[in-house]
């Protein structure tokens, strides 16, 4: 498959090395989770996936959630990234607090977690609420049922989050720090070997990238990871983390637990060398008919084991394209292709560096913050961090409790990510008896989060809900942008509509025929409907004359959306910080005062001016 687009540095070790590499793994690894998570079929994406082609564009879906009792359809902005990234970026903060890196996941990042998630699969979401009540899920506290459960969890929700130790040790003389960690973390929310070795196994062919000299080629990374499979196939020692697991894990599964490694271990390499074999195939190779041989069309193609073979595939056959073998893995059908994705993705980063990735990340939810905690990583003990863990215990009561008490552009205080503001609260239109209600907040570093809450409305007050939206009054969404401030009159609408589309590059997310709305925070309105839209009147701010609208863009896009006002002759005058263009002021067609900033220069709180 030939995609156009930037080449890969040739290069690393004069284009910037290790730090080049932790941010394209980084990188990377979101955008194939973004491209892929609206392709597989446990995104659960309505009107099913088939209309779907293969881009490098990120699409906006809805997303069918809320299961049997409590059905809803939550509309995903394009960029949007899944449970895959925030994990990963879980992990990297915990990463980040050096010695202490267990404690905080255990007790404060998978606890909370569970209020954000975004496709968790089961094994990490039961798991994640056993340690939000303060329990390991291999616990003797647990029931035998429960316990055999964790055992037998073996997916790949160990896999895909796994990246950050890799990244953290890359000075390091050898795999094993490393190792025992990956194993420690995977074990956190899987039990079987099969999660456990195939996070291994990524984890050394990610260590492996990122201590690489010079230039990869075709089919080396995954020669590499199987002539160094005594690195990763033992079973890593975490009794300074989890003493009592080894104990119950013989216990709940009847088993010697060490038997059943050696098996998955023979598995991995099995599954390796025909990966291997594969590549050797060259173009006579087909992608569809690999998968189909390494299992990942089957009922456990999501297998720790079954997702590191297709990683690896992929990355090594795409070395020197990883735009292809980004969109390749991302669109890899049937399977679980934002998870495919995002390990290929990382991978492919850490092999080739974050160049190629300009184009590609334009609006991927939060990239400016995933390039800083690449950079953190790569400080080590430098960046070293401290959090105050709050106890998970009744966790979820206080949180909901927090945020029901507050009304839109307000701050509140969360536990793991501190002072976080509130942008928008949304309500999700169903036929249930429930009221459920959103939260789209940003946190003081810069990432995106929504929590969601699912309430059972008394009977008397059931007339009260929300009504649905029709599907045709949605279009396209993207996250490339955020807004401060909210309503503005405009006297012709579709003019308006091609000024904020067209020439400051935001997507609607609703339009009718008497408003637009633009994310969560702008809306369009005719000057002759003011009260025809669904929000109430007083939210809309009343000093948008004097303050002007604030609207805040990643770097790249902020110098598109400069070049573009230029060439279409509309008048800016630009604002310079130590020589460089910070800042745009212009006008609308109806002469509001408009603000663009980029985000790069303001950092991740702005303020309107």
Known sequence: ????????????????????????????SATGDALGWPVEPRGNRVGGTRDLEPSLEFVAWDRREGGRFAPFVRHVPAGTYSDDTQLTLAVARSVLCGEDWWSHFTQAELPVWTLYELGGGGAVTRAAKHWEKGTPPWSGDLKLTDRRRYFHAGGNGAVMRIAPHAIAAADDATFALAAARIMADGATTHGHPRALVGALTVGYALWRAMRWKGKFNYGELIDETLRNSTD?????????????????????????????WDRTVEEMIGLLESARAAIQRGSLARDSEVLEALGAFQKDGSAGTRTAAVALYFASRYVAQPTAGLLASAYARRTDADTIAATTGALLGAMTGADWLKPVTVGLQDASYIRRIAAELMKGAESQRRWEVSPARDLRRRVFKMLEGIDSQRDVDLPVFGRTRLEWIEEHPTESANLIRTWWLDTQEGQRIAITRIRKIPKDQQAELPEAVPQEEKTAASPRVDVYWFALPVKDLDRSLDFYRDMLRLQPTRATNTFVRFGHNLILQRETHLLDVDRPREKFSSGIESAGLVILLEEELFKEVRDLLKRNGISVTEETNAGRIVRLCLQDPDGHKVQIQSRASQGPRPVPA
């Open 1 to 28: 498959m030939e995609i156009p687009g930037m080449a890969p540095d040739t290069d690393l070790d004069r284009a910037g090395g290790r730090a080049i590499r932790a941010e394209g793994c980084l990188l990377a």
């Open 232 to 260: 990763w196939m033992g079973v890593p020692e975490i009794d300074m983390w989890a003493g009592d697991w080894r104990a119950s894990a013989d216990h709940s599964l009847d088993a010697d637990y060490i038997s059943i």
